[in-house]
T-cell receptor
């Protein structure tokens, strides 16, 4: 299975600032995903990031608030822009290793607190 | 639209007893079903999956799950619970490879020594 790392592991940020979260995979993958897990809640898909194309955002999430980059097959970033306390969550990167396995593998997550 | 229901917020079980964590799903077509576990301050770890074949699937750490098409269920089971099994368990479904994954709300499993 793919090994996924995220930076930072946690951060405390001030309202109105932005934070960029990095996701690194140890193998080339086609599909990468960004999820949000708010306190006591399940995972909500923010967007799907494929290399060489614009990210596809789920309902309720927009590019201006959560810009995503996918410069190559092993790396992606998610930026949380103009943060408010409601953005306090765990942000998780995951990868889909394709039809051979079908399951997604997850990074350790980035715990974000906005004051 | 696909969905997953985990009807129990929390399940308490004594160490050594069998455990069951319930999951029902709704999806168009044949479901791909998954169980993940999340330990405190950790990401999600894959436990097991059902894609096709035998309705009883075995996964990591002695867990297994039974796919029941008529009841649209995919309950997670383990014959003998360990204290170290205490964690948050998520059931998930997708309509096929490369399709969006939908997660349940999660069930907290508490194994009591």
């Amino acid at each position: 299975s793919a090994v996924i790392s995220q930076k930072p592991s946690r951060d405390i940020c001030q309202r109105g600032t932005s934070l960029t979260i990095q996701c690194q995979v140890d193998s080339q993958v086609t599909m990468m995903f960004w999820y949000r897990q708010q306190p006591g809640q399940s995972l909500t898909l923010i967007a799907t990031a494929n290399q060489g194309s614009e990210a596809t955002y789920e309902s309720g999430f927009v590019i201006d608030k959560f810009p995503i980059s996918r410069p190559n097959l092993t790396f992606s970033t998610l930026t949380v822009s103009n943060m408010s306390p409601e953005d306090s969550s765990i942000y998780l990167c995951s990868v889909d290793e394709g039809q051979g396995s079908n399951e997604q593998f997850f990074g350790p997550g980035t715990r974000l607190t906005v004051l | 639209a696909q969905s997953v229901a985990q009807p129990e917020d929390q399940v308490n079980v004594a160490e050594g007893n069998p455990l069951t964590v319930k999951c029902t799903y709704s999806v168009s077509g044949n479901p791909y079903l998954f169980w993940y576990v999340q330990y405190p301050n950790r990401g999600l770890q894959f436990l097991l999956k059902y894609i096709t074949g035998d309705n009883l699937v075995k996964g990591s750490y002695g867990f297994e799950a039974e796919f029941n098409k008529s009841q649209t269920s995919f309950h997670l089971k383990k014959p003998s619970a360990l204290v170290s099994d205490s964690a948050l368990y998520f059931c998930a479904v997708r309509a096929g490879g490369y399709q969006k994954v939908t997660f349940g709300i999660g069930t907290k499993l508490q194994v009591i020594p």
